[in-house]
């Protein structure tokens, strides 16, 4: 039988199309369709001057919207030659790693929801995000789309009150990951439907170019932010998180564990933030020098690459956007073939994708 | 803290040595090469991307098991295919440019190199109208099925709003 899956289904997370052949509940043949949300973010650019893209960046990936701006400014003040303020380092540092765990949040509830824990956990991991949200709120103005990264540093300086009240939600954050896993990893309908399910070994991973907390629950301790350190990261002390099992459930644990460092990380950066302008002396209509660079960073999903080709001018002559939830799916989609269709839900939902930045 | 690694002089060293043993094994293949920015960039002829690739992933001193990024580049008299090339181990990087011309847009696929050069190629086939011989695949990623633009050619011209501004609502 042939079923298809998606472009609207709930558990696709956005417009993904599969078309699944089946025998039984068995997955014979699973091929996804992609371009639905396709709107040619690469070629638009090209019509933009540099300051006017971020916005645009924003679009791709709307669960963490600010790691899709890193990469693409650190590549323009590579460029240019621009050197950020300490400050604002400091609060990019912030704002990322709070994102990352928003997004995280942004994972956590649906994917219990796609496993049949129908309600409270989907919930509780939205209300957490959105008290990081406020937090956005305040300091960018904007609930989603922050256009707060620019080259040089940030638009403009965090609101009075931020220290305070971004240490407060970090100290808070590491007890509420506790009731999430308590929630969870005693259930047994979440035990059974993600230990042992969709697993993926390292080479393999690897090999498809996938990265992130997929890779890293796969058994290979990638991550930017230590092995090619960007920013302040190298300032700061935690740990990458990997985990050897390679399945749903890896990946849940996985994503965890990170958001457990990415709190570390925060109250470290609180901590040490000095006080200084967030912004580098600069034009608004910056004229980039003839060259290419490529810049990648540690998204939330894996690695996030910005690839500028200038050809001296104020607008990019080519801009190619990497997408690890690309790269991802890819990947993941070998793994279908066999399965029981719920499964295979529950594979697809542990990847974590945004249609957004796969489609670009 | 703007750059992002500063340039150590083991890994220039060891870039060095990478362009040396490339130049070595492949130097009738390769049209040019440079070292900048603590990157390493390669220009290789189209005919030889199958081997130098394969190569690149195989020897012992290189083994970029990672492809971070395949991507096509217009520059109106050839398309530049550019692959972003990673070494997990020794975490050393390389940037292979091929350029293609526009008459015969056929290169190799690497896809029995790197698994993950599967959808980046049939997105950047269809974006620059190239042919990637050999994919297991190559059907269009992004675009409709029926759909010929080669929307990432620089001949190809974002129609704003006019396009728009002609398509009437019918049943207004």
């Known amino acids: 039988m042939e079923l298809n899956l998606g472009p609207q289904h709930p558990a696709t997370h956005g417009v993904l199309r599969i078309v699944v052949t089946l025998d039984g509940e068995r997955v014979v043949k699973a091929v996804p369709h992609l371009g639905y949300l396709h709107r040619g973010v690469e070629k638009i650019v090209e019509d933009l001057e540099y300051f006017q893209i971020p916005p645009i960046l924003d679009r791709m990936d709307y669960v963490a919207n600010l790691n899709n701006e890193l990469s693409y400014v650190m590549a323009v003040e590579k460029l240019a030659g621009l050197k950020v303020p300490e400050r604002a380092e400091y609060v990019r540092v912030i704002l990322l790693e709070f994102n990352r765990i928003m997004s995280h949040f942004a994972w956590f509830g649906p994917f219990t929801n796609d496993l049949g824990l129908f309600g409270t956990a989907f919930l509780y991991g939205l209300r957490e995000r959105e008290y990081i949200q406020r937090l956005f709120e305040r300091t960018t103005g904007a609930r989603m789309h922050y256009n707060y990264f620019t080259y040089g540093g940030l638009r403009h300086d965090v609101p009075d009150g931020f220290v305070e009240e971004a240490s407060r939600l970090a100290n808070r954050l590491p007890a509420v990951i506790d009731e999430f896993e308590y929630m969870v990893e005693e259930n047994e309908v979440f035990r059974l439907r993600t230990i042992g399910i969709g697993p993926m070994d390292g080479q393999t991973a690897l090999n498809f170019g996938a990265s992130g907390p997929f890779l890293r629950a796969s058994g290979i301790p990638i991550d930017l932010r230590k092995d090619e350190p960007y920013s302040v990261y190298d300032r700061f002390d935690f740990k990458v998180c990997s985990a050897s099992g390679g399945d749903c459930f890896a990946r849940y644990k996985v994503r965890m564990d990170e958001m457990r460092e990415s709190v570390k990380i925060i109250q470290q950066a609180l901590e040490q933030m000095p006080d200084g302008p967030v912004r580098a002396k600069t034009t608004r209509h910056i004229k980039l020098p003839k060259g290419e660079v490529y810049m990648r960073t540690e998204h939330a999903r894996g690695e996030f690459g910005a690839y500028i080709v200038s050809d001296g001018g104020e607008r990019p002559y080519r801009l190619k956007l990497r997408s690890p939830s690309l790269s991802n799916l890819m990947a993941s989609c070998v793994l279908l073939p066999g399965m029981v269709l719920p499964d295979l839900i529950a594979t697809v939902a542990s990847v974590d994708i945004v249609l957004g930045c796969t489609d670009r | ?172």
């Open chain 2, 1 to 172: 803290m703007a750059e992002n690694t500063p340039p150590t002089t083991k890994n220039q060293t060891h870039l060095l040595e990478i362009e040396r043993l490339l130049k070595g094994a492949h130097g009738q293949s390769l049209v040019a090469t440079e070292i900048k920015n603590d990157e390493l960039f390669a220009d290789v002829a189209p005919v030889a991307v199958p081997d130098v690739m394969r190569w690149l992933r195989d020897d012992r001193s290189c083994r970029f098991d990672y492809i971070r990024c395949l991507c096509g580049v217009d520059y109106s008299d050839h398309v530049t295919v550019v692959y972003h090339l990673f070494a997990t181990k020794t975490k050393s990087k390389i940037t292979v440019r091929v350029e293609v011309s526009k008459e015969s847009p056929a290169i190799a696929s690497v896809t029995d190199v790197w698994a993950g050069a599967d959808w980046l190629e049939r997105e950047t086939a269809e974006m620059f109208g190239l042919v990637f011989d050999g994919h297991p695949d190559p059907r269009r990623l992004l675009l409709t099925e029926d759909n010929d633009a080669m929307p990432l050619r620089k001949d190809f011209k974002l129609d704003y709003g006019n396009e728009q501004s002609k398509v009437k609502r019918d049943n207004a």
